[in-house]
């Protein structure tokens, strides 16, 4: 509005110039001669001041188009980049989801391949113990031997019907006899050696225990001579505790070793 009111000034003393110049003094027309000047100077600079914010908006408009479209690319990238994300833990859910389900079932074939086991544990009082990565039941009354001998007493027999019957209850376990000696060599007309005379003790509880009615399948007699004392000291008791029976309870192996094999 300013560079319109100092245009039309500038028009009205030409205007003014034109009419009276016949009749102007000299002095009067020099100085509306320098007003005119005056102010078509003072117009030029506005101009140019015009120009430059014109100009300055112009390349504040440029480079704000610029950085939107740098945002807007950042953004796409972030985008890509969120769905990528998303992408990957869709993978890993699935991934986590399949071992989920893989833990389970090994879980399930672990408890199917212990089950008998822990029956027997759960319903016949029984105890589990340990040894050498083997597991045994734990009875209160072992069945001990006299030195060199295989017979078993009435307290043992006693001790086999009650075994007996736990395994009547569960046909589908099974058990290894295990026989052991002391330290002491044996060799005469019945037992060549430690081991002969193990797998006799081990041969005749199985025996008895097929005759209380378990079935022959699930019993095996097996020897481990003198190789696995529990006590290493050559007291009359400790050797007495030597000669002994250990009834080792058998998992189901099949399940074991596929549970194994599964990644």
Not at 40 to 52: I, P, T, Y
């Amino acid at each position: 509005m300013r560079t319109t009111s100092i245009a039309s000034k500038l028009g009205l003393a030409v205007g003014a110039m034109l009419l009276v110049s016949s009749c102007v003094t000299k002095k009067n027309f020099n100085a509306l001669t320098a007003e005119k000047e005056a102010l078509a100077k003072e117009m030029k600079m506005m101009r140019s001041d015009f120009d430059a914010k014109i100009a300055n908006l112009e390349s504040g408009n440029s480079d704000l188009t610029n950085k939107n479209k740098e945002l807007s690319g950042s953004i796409t990238n972030l985008n890509t980049e969120v769905s990528k994300t998303q992408a990957q833990v869709k993978g890993v859910e699935k991934n986590l989801s399949a071992s989920n389900a893989k833990l389970s079932a090994m879980k399930m074939e672990l408890n199917a391949a212990f089950s008998d086991i822990n029956n027997v544990v759960a319903t016949n009082d029984q105890r589990i113990k340990e040894v050498e990565n083997m597991l045994y039941l734990d009875l209160d009354d072992p069945v001990i031997y006299t030195s060199g001998s295989s017979e078993l007493s009435k307290k043992d027999v006693e001790v086999l019907d009650s075994l007996a019957s736990v395994l009547k209850s569960n046909p589908n376990l099974s058990m290894i006899v295990e026989g052991h000696t002391d330290q002491r060599s044996i060799s005469n007309d019945k037992y060549a050696d430690n081991w002969d005379l193990s797998v006799g003790r081990s041969t005749k509880v199985v025996r008895k225990l097929i005759e209380l009615g378990v079935a022959p399948g699930q019993l095996i007699a097996a020897g481990r001579g003198q190789y696995m004392p529990i006590k290493e000291g050559a007291t009359a008791e400790e050797l007495k505790e030597n000669r002994r029976i250990e009834f080792m309870v058998v998992p189901n192996v099949g399940k074991l070793y596929k549970v194994s094999k599964q990644k």
